[in-house]
């Protein structure tokens, strides 16, 4: 069987490489003047590797562990986390919301069209996702820190006393 703080630290890696990913993806977004269809799905490319690495660790190995250890610590890192993927939720209402005026106009065949010409509601959709990313990235970032503590206080501190 493979120890604990092995496993533990290949979590940590997969989910702090998700991190360049995830600023890349969006400042993909930020550096757009316009945003096109080619633009947003160059984004989602480095937003699905990032939200994979952090997301794969999270269901396979950190959920199922949980609720035996109901520290401080643990719970507070699992609020952050959580908080996060219900930000997220919130910002893929705003995406699909893109997708269907996408659909709905069929601007499929046209990469450069500008997504806020799309709809009259696109500014709404698109504020609904920069509010639901920004707190994503917010909260990842307060679960990723504690999660580096609890890997400190579980795995490296015992290993050095």
Known sequence: ?????VIAAA???SVTASLPFL????????????V???????HLKYIAVGLSLT???????MLPRILGQMTGDA???????????ALLVFALTGIVRIFQAKHGSGAYHDPD???DDLHENMGHWRSRLRVGVAGFMILWLCAWVTGLYRFYIL?????LT
């Not at 600023?23 to 316009?34: C, H, K, R, V």
Request: glycine content about 6%.
């Open 155 to 159: 795995h490296l501190l015992p290993a």
């Open 1 to 5: 069987m493979v120890d604990e703080s």
């Open 113 to 115: 069209a500008d997504i």
């Open 11 to 13: 979590a940590g890696l």
């Open 75 to 85: 719970v507070i890192h699992a609020f952050f986390g959580l908080q996060a993927y």
């Open 23 to 34: 600023l890349y993806g969006a400042w993909i977004m930020i550096d757009a003047e316009t």
């Open 36 to 42: 096109t269809w080619n633009v947003l799905t160059h």
């Open 55 to 61: 997301t794969v660790p999270v269901v396979t190995w």
